[in-house]
């Protein structure tokens, strides 16, 4: 009864429609990113207007080149591309010499809205008097004597209409894009308006013009008009050469990144000349810890596997794969809904296709990190820790656990803070201007774990999330694991089933009540998509559900440690393998249903957020009780190869950087790109590849240096007793505890 009303006053909290505990500070702008004194110090209107008739009167060679690098009609606008992005780095890169100053180049995107009142056509002129011999020699010959009747067309730009189908796609995609950017921080006005006509969606472009001149000023000139422009538009941005602001985080995070950096060149080398001594005793170092931060000596940690008695073998591959699967849907979703595709609507179909659901579905995979959490946390301790030793070293419980995330964590922080804003640069900058901004202003609240509670749309690291919900329900295992140390069965079992089942009451009524939708991409439900996120996604509540099934399983495998074989016939065998392979397929397909426009069925979506969670975690927690009791075969097999040893060990590393990477790669894009699976894929394989690069060097440099130091102060902790059936593992040797989802 604890856990639930525990969890049911979460959900009070946690709920907006009750309760709003969402912190709202008043932080400056997130284009503070930028130089802000540098803009505003080189405008001069004056000037603008001498250096564009200069342009115009005297060099038409560069108004070309400021023509050419700018404002161009986007191509594809059927389907889906209403931006032209010119060329970037062409416009940065003018600098020519005018009389008395220098004409240089700045980029700028505006929002081109066509719901507006087009400037009307032009009358044609009068015939000028003694037709034809009025007109300039040269005229033609057999020209017609009389002058033909050519009236403009009779078009009406706002009466322009798509057909149906293609403007409600247009609407759906933006209205999704505009909530993942909501999602992503960037902050961007969605698309509405009238789902049919041309004139309800905007135009990007970019234009280049001097930087003594602001966008109106510069068009107002070129067209030689005055006060308000012929055509209405809103300036997104500007960018300058070098415009980046310099900010304490900058410097904060190049000191401490200088001084790791030393740290693991000393330690290498000082392991080189080791390596190098004849003597055994000169071989030896002075204290083990100078070779902690020594790449050598780290990678071989990394990369030798001594197997462990008792150690879960498969873990390994099931983190592997659910690993891959994190990062193939992120590419897919970050590609289709981040505004970069210059074909949106192809994608956009794609995704609501029978073909995508796999892609769609991937989100569920998280719940098998929760699950794999909660089996660790009750294999690793029951038999070790008696429920009297819980309680006298709690704070050790607690600490153990928030010092071997941090490090890697705080790294990732401090990368997005200052480096990863550093090294990029393109017409997508806004894409990580925003991720930087909210990590300046929320690093905090990432680094107590708080973030889903306090600022769930404004999250440091918008995949941490998953971090915040693993030390909140470890910091609420002990309510459980007292009753499971107490090495009492009957006890035991009641806590846990108690435990799980207060946590699907109260989650499931939360659920009901709220009548959520059961994905961000629910046809006709896209604006709901941000409360779904706050109040649901990244709800301790309603993601609790797998952590607690895990602990069943990691219980049940304690239970059956060291027997040689679990007894069971072959026939519940293959029924519980049944059941498990029924219950993950409806789990992935129970998105596409979701998907379609006639979908509407707020009772199933309910049952789906409620009950697919646990349910999926049931049949993951099989696969790995099967494959570590004897009954996995081919599955077993391919989840115990050596090759996912390295992954597993990567994982964690590899979930915290490859998300800010990939914004990374799309913010230093110069031009949309052309979605298809097959580009999708490949950009998948360069997405991990990077992703395994970057946690290998954050690993080996920060990760396990860390990890030597915080074994060595704060102890190895408490070893299992010895029996003659039960095999001792190792909670750090053998599983690294750290989350991996």
């Known amino acids: 009864m604890i856990i639930f009303y525990i969890f049911s006053l979460l959900a009070v909290i946690q709920n907006g429609y009750i309760v709003s505990a969402y912190l709202d500070l008043n932080v400056p702008d997130s284009k ?27 060099r038409t060679d560069l108004l070309i080149e400021f023509l050419d690098a700018g404002i161009r009609t986007p191509r594809g606008v059927l389907t889906g591309n209403l931006m032209d ?60 004597e009389d002058w033909p009747d050519l009236p403009w067309p009779g078009t009406n730009p706002r009466a322009i209409r798509l057909r149906d189908k293609i403007a409600q796609k247009l609407k759906e995609y933006y209205k999704q894009t505009h909530t ?26 970019a234009v280049c013009i001097p930087k003594s001149c602001t966008t109106h000023g ?24 070098n415009d980046k602001a310099w900010v304490p985080a900058d410097y904060v995070a190049i000191t401490i990144f200088s001084i790791i950096g030393l740290l693991v060149l000393f330690s290498t080398l000082y392991e080189v000349y080791l390596n190098n001594q004849k003597d055994p005793k000169k071989a030896k170092p002075v204290n083990k810890l100078c070779l902690a931060f020594s790449v050598i000596k780290n990678t071989r940690t990394l990369v030798t596997y001594n197997p462990v008695p ?4 498969c873990l390994d591959g099931v983190r592997s794969f659910a690993m891959m699967w994190v990062i193939i849907g992120h590419t897919f979703s970050t590609l289709i809904s981040s505004g970069i595709l210059a074909n949106p609507l192809d994608g956009y179909e794609w995704m609501m296709s029978l073909k995508a659901v796999w892609i769609m579905a991937a989100p569920i995979t998280v719940d098998t990190f929760f699950m794999i959490s909660g089996l660790l946390l009750v294999y690793t301790t029951a038999g070790k820790l008696t429920s009297m030793k819980l309680v006298k070293n709690i704070h050790l419980f607690y600490l ?32 990580e201007m925003n991720n930087v901004h909210r990590c300046r202003v929320y690093w905090w609240s990432t680094l107590l774990h708080i973030q889903n509670f306090l600022n769930p749309e404004h999250i440091c690291l918008a995949h941490s999330w998953y971090l915040a919900i693993d030390v909140q329900l470890h910091i609420l295992s002990p309510l459980v694991l007292v009753f499971v140390l107490t090495g009492k069965r ?46 649901y996604y990244v709800n301790t509540l309603t993601r609790a559900s797998p952590f607690f099934v895990g602990l069943i399983f990691g219980y049940i495998m304690h239970l059956n440690r060291g027997q040689k074989k679990v007894r069971l016939t072959f026939l519940p065998v293959m029924i519980m393998w049944l059941c498990s392979t029924v219950i993950i397929i409806l789990c992935i397909y129970s998105i596409y249903p979701l998907l379609q426009p006639d979908w509407d069925n707020q009772t199933a979506e309910n049952m789906i957020n409620s009950f697919m969670r646990p349910a999926w975690a049931m049949a993951i927690g099989w696969m790995i009780f099967a494959c570590h009791s004897g009954f996995g075969g081919p599955i077993n097999w391919a989840l115990t190869l050596p090759c996912w040893k390295v992954l597993g060990r990567l994982s964690y590393a590899m979930y915290l950087v490859h998300y800010p990477m990939m914004f990374v790669i799309h913010s230093t894009m110069v031009a949309p790109s052309y979605f298809t699976v097959h580009f999708s894929l490949f950009r998948f394989l360069a997405d991990f590849s990077l992703a395994v690069i970057v946690a290998y060097i954050v690993t080996v440099t920060i990760d396990t240096p860390c990890a030597i130091f915080i074994k060595h102060f704060m102890g190895p902790g408490p070893k299992r007793p010895q029996t003659p059936k039960v095999e001792i593992v190792d909670n750090v040797e053998s599983y690294e505890k750290r989350p991996e989802a």
């Open 85 to 144: 992005l010119g060329n970037y780095y062409q416009c940065l890169g003018i600098n020519a010499e005018a009389p008395g100053s220098a004409v240089e180049g700045k980029y700028c995107l505006i929002d081109l809205p066509l719901n507006q009142t087009w400037p009307s056509l032009p009358t044609l002129p009068e015939l000028p008097d003694g037709w034809p011999e009025g007109w300039p020699e040269g005229w033609p010959e057999g020209w017609p």
């Open 310 to 313: 008792g150690a879960i073998e």
């Open 32 to 58: 503070y990113f930028f130089n802000k004194d540098l803009y505003e110090s080189v405008l001069d209107p004056e000037l603008c207007e001498e250096q564009i008739q200069f342009i115009q009167a005297n």
């Open 490 to 535: 009957k006890l035991a079992w009641g806590a846990l089933i108690s435990a799980l089942l207060a946590v699907l009451t109260a989650s499931t009524i939360y659920n009901f009540i709220n009548n959520f939708p059961a994905s961000y991409f629910v046809y006709g439900r896209v604006d709901e998509a941000v409360d779904y996120l706050s109040y």
């Open 400 to 431: 153990n656990r928030l010092l071997r995330m941090f490090p890697v964590l705080a790294a990732t922080i401090l990368l997005q803070v200052s480096i990863f804003g550093k090294i990029t640069d393109g017409p997508f900058m806004d894409i």
């Open 218 to 241: 510069a068009l107002n000139a070129l067209f030689n008009t005055t006060g308000d422009s012929v055509v209405k538009f809103e300036e997104r941005s500007c960018r300058l050469p």
């Open 180 to 205: 993942n950017q909501v999602i992503n921080g960037a902050n961007e006005n969605a698309r509405t308006g009238d789902t049919a006509a041309f004139q309800a969606f905007n135009f990007e472009l």
